[in-house]
T-cell receptor
């Protein structure tokens, strides 16, 4: 069974619109992460969380918000989407007991027109 | 801050060729080093990791040795197969953070033709 799932898998949005990307994990991990993947940049950390109710800024948080309402769920929110946010977004979960190993979802491909 | 550099952006090989993907890092202390592999349409998945100097990580015929002296963790495989075509990421754990974070390299796209 897939332990980290993401929805939607593909999304087309308009500039200025609101986009919410959802992530669910069944690993019972405390930590969850949102990354974006772009050619030449690898994986860059947007936001992360160390438990329900917490969100922290990663390396490139501008233009993004995050929400962690429960242990299992972590959302990434684009309040005013821009074409520069066209990318592939990955959610991951992890725990210090796993020696920092992170487990990734299948990704969401977002196109902002 | 900590960083990871992968020299090759793209690598094209034939089956049974020898593979080397170079990974160098900059970090304080002893970060754990990782190799992740990403197949088309999937998220990255852990290939293996190493936590100490001279420790060798290995999986599925791939291997890399933690070298603190040269700050390297190069990925090697003696004989690649078409099914190894994927993107490979080198990463390290960010010890400067009080939170468990990974720093990834730019990724190397491997294409293996029959």
């Amino acid at each position: 069974e897939a332990a980290v799932t993401q929805s939607p898998r593909n999304k087309v949005a308009v500039t200025g619109g609101k986009v919410t990307l959802s992530c669910n994990q069944t690993n019972n991990h405390n930590n969850m992460y949102w990354y974006r993947q772009d050619t030449g940049h690898g994986l860059r950390l947007i936001h992360y969380s160390y438990g329900a109710g917490s969100t922290e800024k990663g390396d490139i948080p501008d233009g993004y918000k995050a929400s962690r309402p429960s242990q299992e769920n972590f959302s990434l929110i684009l309040e005013l989407a821009t074409p520069s946010q066209t990318s592939v977004y990955f959610c991951a979960s992890g725990d210090w007991t796993g020696k920092d190993t992170q487990y990734f979802g299948p990704g969401t491909r977002l196109l902002v027109l | 801050g900590d960083s990871v550099t992968q020299t090759e952006g793209q690598v094209a090989l034939s089956e049974e060729d020898f593979l080397t993907i170079h990974c160098n890092y900059s970090a304080s202390g002893y970060p754990t080093l990782f190799w992740y592999v990403q197949y088309p349409g999937e998220g990255p998945q852990l290939l293996f990791r190493a936590s100490r100097d001279k420790e060798k990580g290995s999986s599925r015929g791939f291997e890399a040795t933690y070298d603190k002296g040269t700050t390297s963790f190069h990925l090697r495989k003696a004989s690649v197969q078409e099914s190894d075509s994927a993107v490979y990421y080198c990463a390290l754990s960010d010890l400067s953070s009080s939170f468990s974070k990974l720093v990834f390299g730019q990724g190397t796209s491997l294409s293996v033709v029959p």
